[in-house]
């Protein structure tokens, strides 16, 4: 059963940090791409940021380009989302998800498993 736990959310103002952790559990570790989601009421979820554990091969959304990057430790099985220059139009539910790396696709559909979430509130 693979499990993701996430950690690291909460509020700041506009210009902080943030990191997210993304742990994984119960699978081959290198056998994942890792992705981060997120999702504000009303709206589709939609991808930030993805990485494959395998290859280290590694996807932005353009709005988050130059501001978020996204890191591994493999020692840990964990994936990071260190979100700097934050605005308040990042505000949302984050969502670690993961599908198997020989997979393809970055829409939610395309991913089978997925953590809690946790929630990122960017004051202005």
């Known amino acids: 059963q693979v499990q993701l736990v996430e950690s690291g959310g909460g509020s700041v103002q506009a210009g902080g940090s943030l990191r997210l952790s993304c742990q994984a559990s119960g699978v081959t570790y290198s056998s994942l791409y890792v992705a981060w989601f997120r999702q504000t009421p009303g709206k589709e979820r939609e991808v930030v940021a993805g990485?494959?554990?395998?290859?280290?091969?590694?996807y932005y959304d353009d709005s988050v380009k130059g501001r978020f990057t996204i890191s591994q430790d493999n020692a840990k099985n964990t994936v990071y989302l260190q979100m700097n220059s934050l605005k308040p139009e990042d505000t949302a539910m984050y969502y670690c998800?993961?599908?198997?790396?020989?997979?393809?696709?970055?829409?939610?559909?395309?991913?089978?498993?997925w953590g809690q979430g946790t929630q990122v509130t960017v004051s202005s």
């Open positions: 990485l494959s554990t395998r290859s280290d091969i590694l």
């Open positions: 998800a993961a599908r198997l790396a020989a997979g393809f696709g970055l829409r939610p559909a395309h991913f089978g498993f």
